[in-house]
């Protein structure tokens, strides 16, 4: 071996060795973002509800599975679109879709892609979570529903809500549980538990911002419920410690106008059917959000 080929070779190797660690580390950091997939076991039928299956079109030529609840020919009455969480899927969010449809509203969910039985589009990020709530919000436009809209999201749907309504100023009202103040703050947490150094979990922070073509200051729902225009509902359990309450205080204070809190003593992150139990209190906000009249009931 030449002395030139001598000095370059362990050049070389270096550079193998520092590409595989960086290929391990893009990929660790893809795999730990991903979403796990959960499909539905059941359906809306087996729990009292008329349905139907829908296929909603999305971006990229996707078609969302859903299931649109209500009588059929009730297409002047309110309507909401439920958006799930990150690894779920809208069968779980059933006990959410009970007071709005028994209060005669129409109930539109559907599994965001790379979730329950929708089909995989590369990574899960928030802004796709919007993306397909406007799909569905599209869906039921060209279906001549004419009636008041709300969307109404959990976690990362509760977020994604929030960032279509700052997006698009066609719904009447939002309902946002259990939604994180600020993505970037949301993974350092995350990251924390892991007790990552601070220089990787900047680097992290950075490559994910890069890749999913938004940057977080954007999207936050600190900022993006400023540029909703409609009314908004932010709700959270006071038992949750995946995100804390103070999440919630947090996006409150950034808006003067037009919204409402509700604290939910004893629920965690997961809590739907404690969520679900304030009936009252969601589906009379959005009676009064969209003008419509309330129900007996309440």
């Known amino acids: 071996m030449s002395e030139t080929g001598g000095m370059l070779w362990p050049l070389l190797t270096a550079a193998a060795v520092i590409s595989a660690i960086a290929a391990a580390g893009l990929a660790a950091i893809h795999l730990g973002f991903r979403a796990p997939r959960a499909a539905e076991r059941g359906d809306p039928g087996a729990h009292g509800f008329a349905f ?15 299931w649109l609840l209500g009588p059929a020919g009730n297409s002047a009455a309110p309507a909401v679109i439920i958006v799930h969480g990150w690894g779920a899927n809208m069968e779980m969010m059933l ?3 009970e007071p709005f449809y028994n209060d005669g509203m129409n109930v539109l969910m559907f599994d965001a892609r790379n979730h329950g039985k929708s089909p995989r589009q590369g990574a899960s990020t928030m802004p796709k979570f919007a993306e397909d709530t406007l799909a569905a919000l599209d869906w039921l436009r060209a279906h001549r529903f004419t009636g008041p809209v709300a969307l109404t999201g959990h976690s990362i749907g509760a977020a994604a809500c929030l960032l ?4 698009r100023h ?3 009202a939002v309902i946002a549980i259990a939604s994180f103040a600020h993505p970037a703050r949301l993974m350092e947490r995350s990251m924390a538990r892991l007790r990552l150094p601070g220089w990787l979990i900047r680097l992290v922070l950075a490559y994910v911002e890069w890749n999913i073509g938004h940057r977080y200051e954007d999207i936050a729902p600190v900022n ?5 225009r409609c009314p908004v509902l932010l709700v959270h359990g006071e038992a949750d410690t995946v995100i804390p309450v103070s999440d919630m205080e947090e996006i409150a204070r950034c808006r003067k ?10 629920a965690d992150h997961d809590s739907v059917e404690k969520i679900s139990s304030h009936a009252g209190d969601l589906t009379g906000f959005l009676r009064r959000a969209s003008g419509e009249p309330q129900a007996e009931a309440e």
């Open 52 to 66: 139907e299956t829908i296929s909603i079109p999305a971006k990229k030529g996707l078609a969302l599975h859903g």
């Open 95 to 97: 006990p959410l879709a």
């Open 164 to 167: 279509a309504a700052s997006w």
């Open 170 to 172: 066609d719904m009447d």
């Open 224 to 228: 993006t419920i400023c540029a909703a």
């Open 257 to 266: 106008k037009n919204i409402r809190t509700l604290r939910v003593e004893g």
